[in-house]
Structures are given as structure tokens and as C-alpha cells.
């Protein structure tokens, strides 16, 4: 794939229905792609146990009746798990993975303890330095493990990685042992979604800027696999009335919801450019001038704090 070309993507979870904060960043990770002149892909990130088969549809006609289109058909990462296969034997053989037996509970209580050698949050190393007696020892107790990023070469020091964001400059986070497999055998997000990157040639991620904290693993972990890391874009979330991420529990947040109060998609789009700070269109077929004119340095920094209609009463 070209690098020169951008390729972007949107990735949700079919867990549900995607409320107004997953269309907005939908739009913009389309309208940054559209703007380059490039690509814009779908892939469906849905490794999840809360997968429900009927949100595949639902989201794919929600995001089309907005007037948003994609590249070629969209993907499930449940079909390609031989990818992830592959990368976790390639992290095996070079010995950067080991086996972790610990519960959440336990990593907890090891990373609460004083004096500890780990930043808040960072797994503390607890598996790295097992004798192969002690793994035996651990599988014999039923408890099957994970598999954990061995991340540098002496002891679990956290090593620190610094990205270059475009709406947000460069932020540096912490990189543990972070896990690539989970206990069940599923591949863990971190993993998949940079395996997914590289093979669907994508050059530029837009996202929430809730997943600002994980992109410092994710290019750790390109560079190890010999992956040219993404583009980042990360955005504000919309928040609902009293300031938490929206849920549905703050009135209508689903296109579905904004059609029984007799709204058009239209309106709903122009909800989402107006929040923006972004003209409104005419029809939904402007939404292709917007992509010629957008200019991400006038977005928003901050959050959109969103309220249900029936507050404007």
C-alpha cells in the first residue's frame, strides 16, 4: 500500500447501537480522510464477548443515512484471527512475550503496595521472572494465562513512548508488560488493532481522545513487529448532561432516537457539524464541499457537552 495515499479507517464495536458521540467521530475520521483525497475504511473490532450479530447492519445503515460512504467492504477482525496468530508466534520466537497467571485482583494489590517500582496503573512484573517450575506449577492450578509484551530487557521497568499527535501534540505515556493475548486465547485489542493497521495499509487513525492513553503501546508495539506506526488524531468525546461519557441513558443519542422525534438525518448531521464548529449543509450531498473545505486546526479541543431536547423545553 502507498504510503503517500491516506488511509483512514472506523473501527467500532457492534455492541450496540452507535449513539451521537460514535457518528461524530465517524464523521470526522471521514472527513479527515476525504479531505486528503484518500481512502476510508470500515473494520469492525468485534473480539468482544458483547458482540450482538443484528448491530453489524444497524450500524453500517446508520452511518450510510448520514451520508457517510467507505472503501471496498468492511471487515471483522473475528475473520482474521490467523493475522494476530501469526504476530504473537513472531513476538514469541524472539522471546517478547511471557506467560501471566495473575488475576486483576492480584496486579491490583501489587501495584497498590508502597514503594513499589511501578507508575500507577503499569503491571508490576509479577510473571516476568518465572523458573519454568513455577509456571508449571501455576498452570497445574487450572488458571489459564495470558501472554504479556516483555517490554526492555532488564526487569519490568516501564519504558516511556512518545507520539505525535495532530490535533493534540505529542504526549508521552507509559508502556508496561501490556497483555497481547488474553487468557481465553483471544488476541487483545492492543495487538489486533495494530496487526489490522499495518495489513489494511492504514496511515492515519482518528479516534476518541479516550484512547489517547493506549497509542504509545500500540507504536511500541509497530515498532517491535517492523510496522510504520499511523498518523494520530485523536478528538474530544461528547459528553452528556452531567458531564460523563454519553450514554443512552441521557435521553436520544442514537440516530434511531432522533427519527421517532421526527427529526431527518440532516438534521442530525447538521447537529453534528454545528458541535464542530463547522457549517451546516444544505443537503447531504454537501457533505463532500465540507470535506473539500475542512480544516482540522478550527476544530474543537474540548469536549461537547451534549443535551437532550426535551432540556430545551
Known amino acids: 500500500m502507498r504510503r503517500d495515499l491516506t488511509v483512514g479507517r472506523w473501527a467500532p464495536s457492534p455492541t450496540g447501537d452507535l449513539h451521537l458521540g460514535n457518528l461524530r467521530t465517524a464523521l470526522l475520521a471521514w472527513l479527515f480522510a476525504r479531505s486528503a483525497g484518500g ?126 499527535d495532530r490535533q493534540l501534540s505529542a504526549y508521552t505515556g507509559t508502556v508496561d508488560d501490556f497483555v497481547i493475548q488474553r487468557g481465553d486465547g483471544t488476541p487483545a485489542y492492543n495487538l489486533a488493532v495494530v496487526v489490522d493497521d499495518a495489513a489494511q495499509g492504514i496511515t492515519e487513525i482518528v479516534r476518541g481522545d479516550d484512547l489517547l492513553p493506549s497509542s504509545p503501546r500500540q507504536a511500541h508495539l509497530a515498532q517491535l513487529l517492523g510496522i510504520e506506526p499511523p498518523s494520530y488524531a485523536h478528538v474530544p468525546l461528547v459528553l452528556g448532561p452531567v458531564g460523563r461519557r454519553l450514554a443512552k441513558r441521557d435521553g436520544a443519542v442514537t440516530l434511531q432516537d432522533r427519527l421517532a422525534l421526527g427529526e431527518t438525518p440532516l438534521d442530525v448531521v447538521n447537529l453534528l457539524l454545528t458541535s464542530l464548529k463547522l457549517d451546516p449543509v444544505m443537503s447531504l450531498d454537501g457533505l463532500a464541499e465540507t470535506a473539500q473545505h475542512f480544516d482540522p486546526a478550527v476544530l474543537p479541543r474540548g469536549p461537547w457537552v451534549y443535551e437532550p431536547p426535551a432540556l430545551h423545553a
Open 39 to 164: 481512502r476510508f475504511l470500515w473494520r469492525f473490532e468485534d473480539l468482544d464477548g458483547a458482540v450482538r450479530p443484528q448491530f453489524y447492519d444497524s450500524q453500517l445503515r446508520d452511518v450510510a443515512a448520514l451520508g457517510l460512504d467507505w472503501d471496498g467492504e468492511p471487515v471483522r477482525q473475528s475473520e482474521r484471527l490467523d493475522l494476530y496468530r501469526d504476530a504473537i508466534a513472531d513476538l514469541r520466537r524472539r522471546d517478547l512475550t511471557y506467560e501471566c497467571f495473575c488475576t486483576r485482583r492480584e496486579i491490583a494489590e501489587a501495584a497498590a503496595a508502597p514503594h513499589g517500582p511501578s507508575p500507577e496503573g503499569a503491571y508490576p512484573g509479577t510473571c516476568r521472572h518465572l523458573t519454568p517450575a513455577e509456571r508449571e506449577q501455576r498452570r497445574g492450578s487450572g488458571r489459564p494465562p495470558a501472554l504479556r509484551l516483555r517490554v526492555g530487557s532488564d526487569g519490568p521497568e516501564p519504558t516511556e513512548v512518545t507520539v505525535v
